[in-house]
């Protein structure tokens, strides 16, 4: 044990997340990391298009969120939070509920958990509970987006699109109710064909990130949140992959005007260094739990709830967000993928080429049955021109640090091209 090549040693120990080990895929071993670049242990360099499954923000290892890692570590390193409190909680949410009140005077209650799908395990569990707690038990529904990715826990997963990755666990999860993303008239025809039985809508708004980088129009999450109202369900907004400027805005909510009932945060939440989450939900959800009765009381709560080192890299990164440089690159960023965007939509081999603030995508275009092997491929592409890109299914996509350089950028959306030359097919 322990010695031998370290490809080895993991293949004798590790089960890696939404791998077929049977394939025999080798992992990349990697030893370090520095702004938008990871360092790979052949001596390479490959430049992190994707944030790391989108969680960094600001650029690997940057200085001013280690150094208050390192800080509250020696301070405070962690503590239960049931019946307990500490500063870095507290200011974090502070900041959080600030920004999402200049968004909308929206949500301002912050219940901490630990990473995307705890924080819509949070949601739904609030959002259920405070149709109970008002004496109301008939909303056990949810509604959903088709296309929709929440998360790969139960409740999550139940919420997700129901005949994508996760659809061998259907039997095993709660009902929920799908409409296509976009269909005011399909939400307004479900509301009004099963009154009374939903608790929530969950959305990610404007984008479906997992689902292919799908978007849809604003305009829907207006109809959507009207009718929501009128119906007495609420909107739950999941930004765990949208939030902190990926969009071009703080919350992806915000190009709507809409006033989400709960948030759901995590990914960018603490920069990409440690795992962190946040539900946000509206004073008045909160003051349905409030009682002299605990069994009124949301009972849920994780072991590394409000991590004072997660929180203390939260406000690390929100310090940095909020620089007057750091929203320009963020400007820059998007309006540099805008213009690289528009040459991909010229592309014989892409399909739907299209950006929003950091985001942009294009799909591959190919005949059906073509794409089951073409991650792996375009992957191997990719890396062989020292970009990290992970296609999902047949979308391409790029998702950067907001410390990518022009340069970088370029290189990005070339290697885009190239790939679309190389598996792209005409027509
Ligand atoms: N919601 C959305 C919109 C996501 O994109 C993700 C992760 N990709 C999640 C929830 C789940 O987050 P996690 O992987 O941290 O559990």
Request: hydrophobic share 45%; proline share 6%; net charge negative.
């Amino acid at each position: 044990m322990g010695g031998g090549r370290l490809s080895d040693r993991d293949a004798r120990i590790l089960w890696h997340p939404y791998t077929q080990h049977g394939l025999g895929a080798v992992p990349i071993p990697v030893v370090g990391a520095s702004g938008a670049h990871l360092r790979l242990a052949d001596g390479r360099t490959i430049l992190d298009a994707i944030s790391s499954w989108w969680v960094i923000l600001h650029g690997h290892c940057h200085p001013d969120i280690a150094a208050a890692v390192a800080d509250q570590a020696a301070r405070l390193d962690q503590v239960i939070f049931a019946g307990h409190t500490h500063e870095p909680a507290v200011r974090l949410a502070e900041i959080l509920a600030g920004a999402a009140q200049d968004a909308s005077a929206a949500p301002s209650r912050v219940f901490y958990s630990d990473d995307g799908s705890t924080a819509v395990e949070v949601a739904l569990k609030m959002a259920y509970q405070f149709h109970v707690n008002r004496g109301v038990a008939t909303r056990r529904r949810f509604i959903a987006l088709q296309g929709a990715y929440h998360g790969d826990t139960l409740g999550a997963m139940a919420v997700g699109e129901p005949d994508g990755f996760h659809r061998i666990f259907r039997p095993i999860l709660p009902p929920v109710d799908f409409i296509p993303p976009g269909d005011a008239a399909a939400l307004d025809l479900l509301l009004s064909r099963r009154p009374g039985q939903h608790a929530a809508l969950i959305v990610e708004p404007l984008v479906q990130g997992a689902g292919g980088m799908r978007f849809y129009a604003p305009e829907f999450l207006r109809e959507a949140e009207s009718l929501c109202r009128a119906a007495g369900v609420l909107l739950i907004c999941d930004e765990v992959f949208t939030g902190f400027y990926r969009t071009g805005r703080c919350f992806a909510f915000e190009h709507a005007g809409i006033r989400p009932d709960l948030v759901c945060l995590s990914k960018g939440l603490t920069g990409g260094i440690l795992p962190l989450a946040a539900t946000l939900a509206t004073e008045e959800i909160f003051a349905a739990f409030l009682s002299d009765d605990r069994t009124r009381a949301l009972m849920h709560g994780h072991s590394f709830a409000g991590n004072p080192i997660g929180c203390a890299a939260g406000i690390a990164s929100w310090e940095i967000l909020q620089s007057p440089e750091c929203q320009d690159r963020i400007r820059a960023i998007g309006e540099h993928t805008a213009r690289r965007i528009e040459r991909l939509a010229e592309h014989p081999g892409g399909r739907a080429a299209r950006s929003l603030g950091t985001i942009g995508a294009v799909d591959i275009s190919g005949p059906p049955g073509y794409f089951s092997s073409l991650g792996p491929r375009v992957l191997e592409a990719a890396l062989r021109r020292g970009v990290l890109l992970r296609p999902l299914g047949n979308v391409l996509y790029a998702v950067p640090p907001y410390c990518v350089t022009p340069a970088d950028l370029d290189a990005i959306y070339d290697t885009m091209e190239e790939i679309l030359d190389t598996f792209g097919s005409a027509g």
